[in-house]
């Protein structure tokens, strides 16, 4: 088992900068991929970022790129999202998750951390 406990969200207003932790603790040596992801009221659930946790390989959705940064601190077990350039559409609940391959669905999940952008 992988236990994830999120953290860092909030208000903040339009082209400002928040920064997502996500703490894993249990069996971290298990993880082989590790993302966010966001739900906005009224839309389904969009995958963010991803990192490979060994090669720290990265995935972003076209949305977020050049605006937002995930990294891993391995040494903390611990799973960071920069986000920079805020827009109103970035206003949701971000989650982050993990898995144990590339062949496993995203099993492990921290509890939401809302994230509010103001025009």
């Known amino acids: 088992q992988v236990q994830l406990v999120a953290s860092g969200g909030g208000l903040v207003q339009a082209g400002g900068s928040l920064r997502l932790s996500c703490e894993a603790s249990g069996r971290t040596f298990s993880v082989y991929q590790m993302a966010w992801f966001r739900q906005a009221p009224g839309k389904g659930r969009e995958t963010v970022a991803s990192i490979i946790w060994s090669t720290g390989r990265t995935y972003y959705a076209d949305s977020v790129k050049d605006r937002f940064t995930i990294s891993r601190d391995n040494a903390k077990d611990t799973l960071y999202l920069q986000m920079n350039g805020l827009k109103p559409d970035d206003t949701a609940v971000y989650h982050c998750?993990?898995?144990?391959?590339?062949?496993?669905?995203?099993?492990?999940w921290g509890q939401g951390t809302q994230v509010t952008v103001s025009s």
């Open positions: 998750a993990a898995r144990t391959s590339n062949f496993q669905s995203y099993d492990y």
